[in-house]
């Protein structure tokens, strides 16, 4: 009896630290694009960022697209010099504009949605399935310019969390 509920601790400690693992990892990924974006940004003043979904190269959506991109609003909007556009704010003036994510990618949708929030910069954010890893990426717009201001990239290890996160909610 001891060493069946010892075994159903030991294997409960497993999973949780998996589903931790998972996280930690994705977490880990988007404070690395963070800190990427953050040395590409103006040191001085506040930057107003809108952050879109990472979608694919097909500009589908997922479960992991959406939580990453949420975990970098978190993250920018950790920095006082950083304010980032709520997801839920930039779905609704999507959905007015008829326009999806990915339409971000084309410069004039990104200013006139960046106009919207009176937005400084932009970032159109990527994933790609690597194999072992989902490739993220993520392209700095300077709405005022059209130019790149530069790019970030990391790696988010894929487990099952991941794998199932890629294949729900698409859109």
Known sequence: M????LA???VGIIQ???VDAAAGGAAGAVARLAEQIGSLLPADGQVRIVVSDFDDSQG???DLSRYLAD???IQLGRTPRFLPIERRHLRIILDQLALR???LRRLDEARHVASQFHADVVLLNGLADAGAQ????TRVLDVATG???GFASAGVTKDATVQRMLETGRQ
């Open 16 to 18: 949780g630290g998996a």
């Open 60 to 62: 589908v959506t997922t």
């Open 147 to 149: 130019a790149m201001l």
């Open 71 to 73: 975990l970098l609003i």
């Open 8 to 10: 159903a601790v030991v």
């Open 134 to 137: 989902v490739a993220v990426d």
């Open 2 to 5: 001891r060493v069946t509920v």
């Open 101 to 103: 994510s990915s339409d």
